[in-house]
């Protein structure tokens, strides 16, 4: 059993160029999210969605857009990337219960230069 | 606003107890989640308080005080392994998607 697979692991990108982060999970859960896990900061979320087809804005949404077009997969783009996103990325699902926790991905170490 | 607050760093001996506080004040409340993370790797769910008291679980358990807005989790019988990031996050209420607000962590070494 999977769990929740996020891939690449590691990437380095230059200023301006864009990339797509993968989020796939198994375990046929309703939501999913995309945290950001930086020195200091904690995880803060950026995006997510609560089913097939919708998806909202979290904490720190600028400059990062997503898409949920089928229930197992939440893909987090960078459009125009900048050092600033240099992070660590976090996908995680959980079922539609409040008393339910999240389950993590093992992240995507992300360098912008 | 919603803030966490959490000890940055804590250090313990192994074989002893350690409890890591957690304050909180948020827009709503809808129950409080311990997570472990260990260096590099994903945060792992450890424990869920919704209900004032104590939740114990093998060597770790959890406490809650919605009134006073605080919960800490309780570590006992220290192993190294449990040298980690504990994670203390609050889900709040009345929002799609029942977001969880993380506290920054608690960076716990234990000691031979």
């Known amino acids: 059993n999977a769990g929740v697979t996020q891939t690449p692991k590691f990437r380095v990108l230059k200023t301006g160029q864009s990339m797509t982060l993968l989020c796939a999970q198994d375990m046929n859960h309703e939501y999913m999210y995309w945290y950001r896990q930086d020195p200091g900061m904690g995880l803060r979320l950026i995006h997510y969605?609560?089913?097939?087809?919708?998806?909202a804005k979290g904490e720190v949404p600028d400059g990062y857009n997503v898409s949920r077009l089928k229930k197992q997969n939440f893909l987090l783009g960078l459009e125009s990337a900048a050092p600033s996103q240099t992070s660590v990325y976090f996908c995680?699902?959980?079922?539609?219960?409040?008393?339910?926790?999240?389950?993590f991905g093992n992240g995507t170490r992300l360098t912008v230069t | 606003g919603q803030n966490i607050d959490q000890p940055t760093e804590m250090t313990a001996t192994e074989g002893a107890i350690v409890q890591i506080n957690c304050t909180y004040q948020t827009s709503g409340f809808n129950g409080l989640f311990w997570y472990q993370q260990h260096a590099g790797e994903a945060p792992t769910f450890l424990s869920y308080?919704?209900?004032?008291g104590l939740e114990e679980k093998g060597r770790f358990s959890s406490f809650l005080s919605r009134s006073k807005g605080y919960s800490y989790l309780l570590l006992k019988e220290l192993q190294m392994k449990d040298s980690a990031s504990y994670l203390c996050?609050?889900?709040?209420?009345?929002?799609?998607?029942?977001?969880?607000?993380f506290g920054q962590g608690t960076e716990l070494s234990v000691k031979p």
């Open positions: 308080n919704v209900l004032d």
């Open positions: 969605s609560v089913g097939e087809g919708t998806t």
């Open positions: 996050a609050v889900r709040v209420a009345g929002n799609q998607g029942g977001k969880l607000i």
């Open positions: 995680a699902s959980r079922l539609p219960f409040q008393t339910r926790p999240l389950h």
